[in-house]
């Protein structure tokens, strides 16, 4: 089993900068595709980011690409997503994920969610 805790969330004025973090414990997630998801009220959570097990290859959704990084740390078992030039559009509960195939054929094939942190982006 894979427990994952974020943090780093907060309010942020619109073109600021958030850096998530995300730490890992049970076992290493070394192996693991690792990635963020996000969630606004009312709609259903999207992809925002995906990070190989060695972080050689990224993926990014549309919506983030230039604006958002995601990175790892395997020995500390910690991922990250630094988000810069902030929009109000970009609130929502984001969320750390553990085992993310790719293709992703749906949001129940990842293995581990964590319990996710808040976001919000000021206009």
């Known amino acids: 089993q894979v427990q994952l805790v974020e943090s780093g969330g907060g309010l942020v004025q619109a073109g600021g900068s958030l850096r998530l973090s995300c730490a890992a414990s049970?076992?290493?997630?070394?192996?693991?595709?690792m990635g963020w998801f996000r969630q606004a009220p009312g709609k259903e959570r999207e992809f925002v980011a995906r990070?190989?097990?060695?972080?050689?290859?990224?993926v990014y959704a549309d919506s983030v690409k230039g604006r958002f990084t995601i990175s790892r740390d395997n020995a500390l078992n910690t991922v990250y997503l630094q988000m810069n030039s902030l929009k109000p559009e970009d609130t929502c509960l984001y969320y750390c994920?553990?085992?993310?195939?790719?293709?992703?054929?749906?949001?129940?094939?990842?293995?581990?969610w964590g319990q996710g942190t808040q976001v919000t982006v000021s206009s």
């Open positions: 994920a553990a085992g993310i195939p790719w293709p992703l054929p749906g949001n129940q094939f990842v293995s581990y």
């Open positions: 049970g076992r290493s997630i070394s192996t693991y595709a």
């Open positions: 990070i190989s097990w060695s972080g050689g290859a990224t």
